[in-house]
């Protein structure tokens, strides 16, 4: 069953990316790298580590495509919208289809609550990586976070030499 998800999530991350590459649209394009980030956090939660797929969909789908959308919109001004709307009858079936994924969902917590967990906590937490990030992997975090002022500063030169 495992094998199944996988095979399911990478199919959708593959197609997602390829329609990420392949649109010439770029919101189009930016919802494609959605749905792919969101991949990622699945394929996080398969591996038991929660606290990185709740930091992938905050941190990457939330507020760093909430941001790339905004530079988007801002920049590339698009047309204005007139006509009927192509997608009515898709519409009136959201709200009925919303509905019946929320009544799912809530009948499977319902459903699916079982006696707590005893034993030790998973060793995938929050603890185990702050205490990885700041000791192994110290060096290549702090790397990282110049190479990233770097490139920050780089953008702020070539922003200023063309204004």
Same mark, same amino acid.
């Given at each position: 069953?495992?094998?199944? &998800?996988? !095979?399911?999530?990478?199919?959708?991350?593959?197609?997602?990316?390829?329609?990420?590459?392949? +649109?010439?649209?770029? !919101?189009?394009? /930016?919802?494609?790298?959605? =749905?792919?980030?969101?991949?990622?956090?699945?394929?996080?939660?398969?591996?038991? /580590?929660?606290?990185?797929? /709740? &930091? $992938?969909?905050?941190?990457? /789908?939330?507020? !760093?495509?909430?941001?790339? =959308?905004? &530079?988007?919109?801002? #920049? !590339?001004?698009?047309?204005?919208? *007139?006509?009927?709307?192509?997608?009515?009858?898709?519409?009136?079936? &959201?709200?009925?289809?919303?509905?019946?994924?929320?009544? $799912?969902?809530?009948?499977?917590?319902?459903?699916?609550?079982?006696?707590?967990?005893?034993?030790?906590?998973? *060793?995938?937490?929050?603890?185990?990586?702050?205490?990885?990030?700041?000791?192994?992997? #110290?060096?290549?975090?702090?790397? *990282?976070?110049?190479?990233? #002022?770097?490139?920050?500063?780089?953008?702020?030169?070539?922003? +200023?030499? +063309?204004?």
């Amino acid at each position: 069953m495992a094998l199944v &998800a996988f !095979i399911l999530v990478a199919l959708v991350a593959v197609g997602s990316a390829l329609g990420l590459v392949l +649109r010439r649209n770029p !919101i189009h394009g /930016a919802l494609f790298l959605v =749905v792919n980030l969101g991949c990622v956090a699945v394929f996080y939660l398969m591996l038991g /580590a929660e606290f990185l797929a /709740a &930091a $992938q969909v905050i941190v990457y /789908a939330g507020a !760093i495509m909430v941001l790339f =959308v905004f &530079a988007i919109m801002v #920049l !590339i001004p698009g047309k204005e919208e *007139t006509g009927p709307d192509p997608r009515r009858t898709l519409r009136t079936w &959201a709200a009925p289809a919303a509905g019946l994924l929320f009544v $799912q969902v809530l009948t499977w917590l319902l459903v699916s609550r079982g006696p707590a967990p005893s034993g030790p906590p998973p *060793t995938g937490g929050v603890e185990a990586i702050g205490r990885l990030l700041f000791s192994d992997y #110290l060096f290549p975090f702090e790397l *990282t976070s110049v190479l990233l #002022l770097a490139a920050m500063v780089g953008v702020l030169l070539l922003a +200023r030499r +063309r204004a």
